[in-house]
């Protein structure tokens, strides 16, 4: 009789049975493991929520003061159901992700959930941890993304804020609220001149500063800055702004977007940006391949993102790897890389 998977893909998300719980399920469950907080892993309306106590205060921001959190630290051991012992380890994607270890009758699982290995002053450092299945994230699962050197990117950034403040211009940075706005302004250079944060961005700023992450001194547009305090100015808000009414406090404005995707130049166009700085909290391919051969894992799942090619080169390499995928409500998860059906 073939043994049921400790870890399963349902229509609610990742679910282990044994442990009765669910691992960033898509919709509300008597309980579930959060990896972090992002809107597409970390939604409101469950149970109760295990959660990486780093990151306790940016899930509350998000999921609401309402939300039952039960905040663990790293390597901590809750021991669910059935005798089924789940932990959370530093992924390095923002602060207070993590991934979730998952032990049962001595089978160890473990999902990544979004993660990068490269160093980052912002959130707790990728911690590999080794398994026997491995669950890892491939949102840039190809050969052509790997980061340059984020010395040289921040670098390249601070000198663009330079000559934008030298010809009156206002700096605007787009980065997304959460995660990415935080480390540019741990990145940047903050003597240039004044920071101005959007409210969304500010909010999480706060948070960060509270959870004992060194932030540089902001101003959030909402405070009566006056067009004084926005000389020369580095603007940092959510990309939703582009193009808004909201931009015409600023007078003259030199735009840049900050994201994994600005390596590919064509990007950078459909952005309609005047730069691209590639900064990403996702593994590119190198680390990628670096972080599943940390983890000694027998089989390597894949899901989310560029994950045939990643398949292909892992398969090729001697590695039982299968791919992952969201099955439609009410069907089971597959296996697509035809070796296996993965039960539900």
Not at 100 to 108: A, D, K, L, P, Y
Not at 163 to 189: E, F, H, M, P
Not at 293 to 312: I, K, M, P, Y
């Amino acid at each position: 009789m073939t043994r049921r998977p400790l870890i399963e893909l349902t229509d609610r998300g990742m679910y282990c049975a044994a442990g009765d719980f669910y691992i960033d399920p898509w919709r509300p469950v008597h309980r579930a493991v959060l990896t972090h907080a992002h809107s597409d892993h970390a939604r409101s309306g469950h149970g109760s929520s295990i959660v990486a106590r780093d990151g306790e205060r940016v899930f509350r921001t998000r999921l609401g003061n309402s939300a039952v959190l039960e905040p663990v630290a790293f390597g901590e051991t809750v021991v669910m159901p059935g005798g089924v012992r789940v932990s959370l380890h530093p992924a390095g994607h923002i602060l207070g992700s993590a991934q979730v270890r998952v032990e049962h009758r001595g089978e160890v699982w473990v999902a990544s959930g979004d993660y990068k290995t490269v160093p980052d002053p912002t959130c707790t450092p990728f911690e590999p941890v080794r398994c026997h299945h491995f669950i890892t994230e491939a949102t840039f699962g190809l050969p052509v993304y790997r980061w340059p050197s984020q010395r040289a990117v921040f670098s390249d950034m601070n000198s663009w804020w330079r000559d934008n403040r030298d010809a009156g211009r206002t700096s605007l940075v787009l980065a997304y609220a959460l995660g990415k706005a935080q480390r540019v302004l741990a990145g940047i250079d903050a003597s240039i001149g004044p920071i101005v944060t959007h409210d969304s961005v500010e909010r999480l700023v706060v948070d960060y500063r509270e959870s004992g992450i060194a932030m540089p001194a902001t101003h959030c547009v909402r405070e009566d800055l006056g067009r004084e305090g926005l000389d020369g100015a580095l603007v940092v808000a959510p990309p939703s702004v582009l193009g808004s009414a909201w931009l015409g406090r600023f007078g003259q404005v030199s735009t840049a977007f900050v994201s994994g995707w600005m390596l590919v130049r064509g990007a950078r166009k459909r952005q309609a940006v005047d730069r691209g700085f590639p900064i990403s909290d996702h593994a590119d391919w190198d680390e990628l391949l670096g972080a599943i051969s940390a983890t000694d894992a027998e089989t390597v799942w894949v899901t989310h993102g560029s994950s045939n090619v990643l398949l292909r080169w892992l398969t090729e390499q001697g590695k039982d790897a299968r791919e992952l995928t969201r099955p439609k409500r009410g069907q089971a998860a597959t296996d697509t890389s035809t070796r296996n059906q993965l039960p539900v």
